[in-house]
Nanobody, 123 residues
């Protein structure tokens, strides 16, 4: 079992920045890839970013490339999502999720999920 807890959400203005954290406990964190997904009201959950177990392999959704940065600190069992130049369309509940080793893009690839943290970008 891996328990995940997101934090760092809140209200931010358009163009602002926010950093989300995903803290893990349980099984060896460094064996797991972490993905960030988001879900806006009335929309399906979508892939945002992911990082593999070592941090050497990273990818982003086209909609956030150049604005968001994912990073991990295995010593702290934490993955971060730095979000810059935020737009109203980034408003959503953000979830982190874990799967063994290699990063993935599909929701059904991930085994463990956090409860989510709300990010609201005001225009």
């Amino acid at each position: 079992q891996v328990q995940l807890a997101e934090s760092g959400g809140g209200l931010v203005q358009t163009g602002g920045s926010q950093r989300l954290s995903c803290a893990a406990s349980g099984r060896t964190f460094s064996n797991y890839a972490i993905g960030w997904f988001r879900q806006a009201p009335g929309k399906e959950r979508e892939f945002v970013a992911a990082i593999n177990w070592s941090g050497a392999n990273i990818d982003y959704a086209d909609s956030v490339k150049g604005r968001f940065t994912i990073a991990r600190d295995n010593a702290k069992n934490t993955v971060y999502l730095q979000m810059n130049s935020l737009k109203p369309e980034d408003t959503a509940t953000y979830y982190c999720a874990a799967k063994p080793y290699n990063l993935g893009y599909r929701i059904d690839e991930y085994i463990y999920w956090g409860q989510g943290t709300q990010v609201t970008v005001s225009s």
